[in-house]
C-alpha cells in the first residue's frame, strides 16, 4: 500500500522505460495498453510498472489502434465499476533492465504478505456442508494452498487458522509450511475440510478471507490513471 502511494510515471526512468517498450512494441505486446504506465519498485533490482484501465477506457484504447480484443469473463461486461489491471515486470540482469514478464485481469485485491517460508492458502464454504446461519459457531471450510505443491496434500503442514472477530465480520486467514523439496509442478492442489471454532454465534457478521481486506488496488490508484 505504500508504494501505491509513490507512484511514478514510466518516462521517469528511462532505463525501464526501454526495457517495457521493447515488449510493448513486440507482436505480443501490441495488444496491451501503450501508455498510461506507472512505475512501483519493489527493489533496487526489480521494479513493476502498472496501468488500470476502466472498461471504458480499455475499448476506447482498442478501437483506436484497430484492435480486437476479448475480454475475461466479469469484465467488458457493461459494468461501470469494471477495472482491468495490467503489468510488467523488469529486473536487473548484468547491469541491464530487462522484460521479465506480464500479467493481466480484473483489478486485483491487495494482500497480506506472508513470511517468505510460507505458503498462501484460500478457503471457500464447504458446499458439502449446510451454510452457516446466525446461530452458528462453528464454520466449515475447504482450505486449498494457492502455491505449486505437485498436488500434494497439506496435511499436518496446514497451519492453525488466524481467526479476528469484530462486530461486522469474522476475518479467517490460513497458511502452511511448504512441502519438502524445491522444485513442484502445478497440476492443482487437493483442498482440505477445516472447521473453524468462533468465539460467539456469527449473528448477521460477514465471513472475509482475512488477508485480502485492504480493498483493491483502484481504490488507492485512481487519480493516477484517471479511473472515474
Do not use: K
Not at 11 to 31: M, T
Request: hydrophobic share 35%; net charge negative.
Amino acid at each position: 500500500m505504500s508504494a501505491l502511494q509513490d507512484l511514478e510515471p514510466l518516462e521517469s526512468r528511462p532505463e525501464v522505460d526501454e526495457a517495457v517498450n521493447e515488449f510493448l512494441q513486440s507482436g505480443e505486446g501490441g495488444f496491451w495498453p501503450q501508455d498510461g504506465w506507472q512505475v512501483v519498485t519493489i527493489s533496487n533490482s526489480e521494479v513493476y510498472v502498472i496501468v488500470l484501465q476502466t472498461e471504458e477506457q480499455a475499448r476506447e484504447d482498442a478501437e483506436a489502434r484497430d484492435l480486437e480484443v476479448s475480454f475475461d469473463q466479469g469484465f467488458g461486461d457493461g459494468i461501470d465499476d469494471s477495472i482491468l489491471f495490467s503489468a510488467q515486470n523488469v529486473e536487473l540482469t548484468e547491469g541491464s533492465w530487462r522484460w521479465a514478464g506480464s500479467v493481466s485481469g480484473e483489478g486485483c485485491e491487495l494482500e497480506s504478505v506472508l513470511p517468505s517460508n510460507l505458503n498462501r492458502v484460500e478457503w471457500i464454504l464447504d458446499p458439502a456442508s449446510p451454510d452457516p446461519t446466525s446461530d452458528s459457531t462453528t464454520v466449515n471450510l475447504l482450505a486449498t494452498e494457492r502455491e505449486c505443491a505437485s498436488g500434494q496434500p497439506m496435511g499436518d503442514r496446514l497451519l492453525p487458522p488466524t481467526v479476528v472477530e469484530t462486530d461486522e465480520a469474522v476475518l479467517i486467514t490460513m497458511a502452511a509450511t511448504p512441502p519438502p523439496g524445491d522444485a513442484f509442478t502445478c497440476q492443482g492442489n487437493p483442498s482440505q475440510p477445516v472447521t473453524v471454532n468462533l468465539a460467539s454465534a456469527l449473528g448477521d457478521r460477514e465471513l472475509l478471507e482475512g488477508s485480502t481486506t485492504a480493498g483493491r488496488i483502484s481504490d488507492y490508484v485512481s487519480q493516477a490513471f484517471d479511473l472515474s
